[in-house]
C-alpha cells in the first residue's frame, strides 16, 4: 500500500528528478561544446583560407620576380648566384602557398566533422 512506503516512494521521486536534472546539463554541456567546436572550425578556415590566399599571391609575385630575374640574367645584369637566389625564395614562397592550402583543407574537413557532415552516409553504409 503506497501509505506505508511514502517516505520510499517521495526517495525515488527524487532520485529520478535529479538524475533527470543531470542528464539535462549533460545534453546542455554537449551542445554548448558542439556549438563551440563548430565556431572555432569556422574561424581556423577563414582564418587558412585567407592565409592561403596571400601566400598565394606572394608566390605569383615571386614567380614574376623571378621571371624578371631571368631576363636580367640573360642580359648579364645580375650573376647567376642572384638567379638561383631568386628562384629558391620562388620556391620557398610556392611551397608556403602549398601548405597553407592543405592547412585550408584540414581546417574545412574539421568543420564539416564539427557539423556533423557525412555522419548519415557512414551509418548507412556500415561504417
Known amino acids: 500500500m503506497p501509505v506505508f512506503n511514502q517516505g520510499a516512494l517521495r526517495a525515488r521521486r527524487e532520485a529520478e528528478i535529479s538524475a533527470a536534472k543531470q542528464s539535462e546539463i549533460a545534453w546542455r554541456s554537449a551542445v554548448a561544446s558542439a556549438v563551440e567546436d563548430v565556431?572555432?572550425?569556422?574561424?581556423?578556415?577563414?582564418?587558412?583560407?585567407?592565409?592561403?590566399?596571400?601566400?598565394?599571391?606572394?608566390?605569383?609575385?615571386?614567380?614574376?620576380?623571378?621571371s624578371l630575374a631571368q631576363q636580367n640574367y640573360r642580359n648579364g645584369a645580375i650573376t647567376l648566384l642572384d638567379l638561383l637566389e631568386t628562384d629558391r625564395n620562388a620556391a620557398t614562397a610556392k611551397l608556403s602557398a602549398a601548405a597553407a592550402v592543405l592547412d585550408a583543407a584540414q581546417a574545412w574537413a574539421a568543420l564539416k566533422i564539427a557539423t556533423g557532415a557525412g555522419a548519415a552516409v557512414s551509418e548507412q553504409t556500415g561504417g
Open 39 to 66: 565556431q572555432v572550425a569556422q574561424s581556423n578556415l577563414s582564418r587558412y583560407r585567407q592565409r592561403a590566399a596571400l601566400l598565394q599571391t606572394a608566390a605569383d609575385d615571386y614567380n614574376r620576380s623571378l
